[in-house]
């Protein structure tokens, strides 16, 4: 049902901070997967109003480095989401902010997938998601290494 939700002013602070709250603590893989695809248009549209909490932005980060693999899929492919879906999200100086704050995560997630295809925590998908944002989106982004 959220993810029928239309992005506005009122709703979208409220579903992302209360739902990435939840992500940790869910237990059901396929509900943290249906969690995670209903805010990426809700994200997308704080970044681009700017009300996106600089703290949200750490979470995601740290979520993204989970020991749990559910909430680390959940949350690389929720950002994951947001930057590929979103063509012009770096285009803001929010967007950028997003960018910069989860970059070393998608380079940690990188590295442990190039480290150990089998083992790592998010599998492969953490893999794929950090190559498709770190080449597709950030790399094409003239402001993205300023």
Excluded at 15 to 41: D, M, Q
Excluded at 70 to 96: H, M, Q, Y
């Amino acid at each position: 049902m959220l993810a029928l939700l239309t992005p506005a002013s009122g709703v979208s602070s409220i579903i992302v901070e209360s739902t990435t709250a939840l992500f940790p603590k869910e237990p059901h893989e396929g509900a943290t997967a249906c969690l995670a695809n209903a805010l990426p248009s809700h994200v997308a549209f704080l970044l681009h109003e700017g009300t996106l909490p600089t703290g949200t932005i750490q979470f995601i980060a740290k979520e993204m480095g989970s020991s749990k693999p559910a909430v680390r899929k959940a949350f690389i492919g929720l950002a994951g989401a947001v930057f590929l879906s979103e063509k012009n999200i770096l285009e803001t100086d929010n967007g950028l902010s997003f960018a910069k704050g989860l970059f070393p995560s998608f380079e940690n997630c990188l590295k442990t997938v190039t480290a150990s295809p089998i083992n790592s925590p998010g599998g492969p998908y953490e893999g794929y998601v950090a190559v498709s944002v770190l080449l597709g989106s950030m790399a094409k982004s003239k402001d993205f290494g300023k």
